[in-house]
């Protein structure tokens, strides 16, 4: 895609959505790990609203995205009613902005700028650990009671691994995975058989976020969570999904600017103090165990092969997909799930 003009379409988007409180000026935020587009933007008289943007994926799963994470943002209780960001609203709907012009086609949704409380340290010590657990485990079962109301999502795990597939089958598909394909097609296949045998329809789907990292949530002075930001991944799915990123978190490494995606944290004694903690609140079942390793396998299909030069940088992209098929997949098939399920006694 040529360059675009963000602040521009981003006035654009304003003014369709409220033309009586003109932008005084508009500050990029965007992480610079990634390529995606995050603004600040400051109202005449100093309102100050956040805009996201993105071009990738497909409209109508971005709209129904931030309209079903508004929905949770509505309707979470207490204590985690104000952990998500509150998208604004016009007529009744979350307002998303479409920018179509020739080859441009460009997403806008604004949100309340969200408070910000402390940051975990970036490398935890085994109380931060076990607190988290038990937090996100309260957090995981506040989302879980909220599921009965949210809309329905049309984006499920099998259809983003066949979209991959469908991918693979056209001429920029097979273009830029052409090295790989056979690969990736066997990867996508096996994480479809499995999850058909391990899930059986037993497991309960919520809304997820997936991406965890420490710079996208912070914390309260007694480790209660206090805001989530960064919706990027966000999807009604299991509860495990979200587990792979916390594990990272945990892990003896810690937060790090330079980054691989080993499944290495998975296995880590940390990870397990948070497991036991988190079983403790909102106890885990034998399936979503074992499902671990798939949750893992969808994550580098997904978000590190297909939509990996969305999310990252050029080098980046290039840096994980190479690792992805040197690594990522064959450890897969060596990595067991049963001193998980012996420390959980499942």
């Keep these: 895609m040529r360059f675009l003009d963000y602040p521009s379409i981003i006035r654009f988007a304003w003014a369709d959505f409220d033309s009586s409180r003109p932008i005084d000026h508009i500050e990029d935020i965007s992480a610079r790990v990634s390529t995606n587009h995050v603004f600040r933007v400051t109202l005449e008289g100093g309102d100050r609203v956040i805009a996201k943007l993105s071009y990738f994926g497909k409209f109508e799963h971005f709209k129904e995205d931030h309209r079903l994470i508004h929905t949770l943002a509505n309707n979470l209780l207490y204590p985690f009613e104000t952990v998500l960001a509150k998208s604004l609203v016009k007529n009744n709907q979350v307002y998303v902005y479409r920018h179509q012009q020739e080859d441009i086609d460009v997403w806008v949704v604004f949100y309340n700028p969200i408070r910000v409380a402390e940051k975990l340290p970036r490398r935890l010590e085994e109380h931060h650990i076990r607190k988290l657990?038990?937090?996100?485990?309260?957090?995981?079962?506040?989302?879980?009671?909220?599921?009965t109301v949210m809309p329905k999502s049309s984006k499920t795990l099998r259809s983003d691994i066949q979209d991959l597939l469908d991918l693979l089958d056209t001429e920029t598909g097979g273009y830029e995975h052409r090295m790989n394909i056979e690969a990736l097609r066997v990867q996508?296949?096996?994480?479809?058989?499995?999850?058909?045998?391990?899930?059986?329809?037993?497991?309960?789907?919520?809304?997820?976020f997936l991406d965890w990292n420490i710079g996208n949530f912070s914390v309260t002075n007694d480790l209660e969570l206090f805001s989530r930001w960064d919706y990027d991944w966000f999807r009604i799915s299991y509860r495990v999904m979200d587990f792979y990123f916390f594990s990272r978190v945990c892990s003896d490494a810690g937060d790090r600017?330079?980054?691989?995606?080993w499944i290495n944290p998975l296995a880590e004694e940390r990870f397990g103090w948070f497991l036991e903690e988190y079983h403790k609140v909102f106890p885990l079942t034998r399936r979503e165990v074992l499902f671990l390793p798939e949750a893992y396998r969808f994550f580098i299909l997904n978000y590190v092969i297909k939509y990996g030069r969305y999310f990252f940088h050029r080098t980046y992209a290039t840096k994980l997909q190479s690792e992805a098929y040197s690594t990522y997949f064959p450890?897969?098939?060596?990595?067991?799930?049963e001193p998980i399920l012996e420390r959980l006694k499942l």
Excluded: Q
């Design 133 to 147: 657990g038990s937090e996100i485990a309260r957090f995981h079962l506040a989302c879980s009671r909220v599921s």
């Design 188 to 208: 996508c296949n096996r994480f479809l058989e499995n999850r058909k045998t391990i899930v059986a329809g037993a497991i309960e789907t919520i809304p997820v």
């Design 257 to 261: 600017t330079v980054f691989s995606y």
């Design 331 to 337: 450890s897969i098939d060596t990595f067991s799930v």
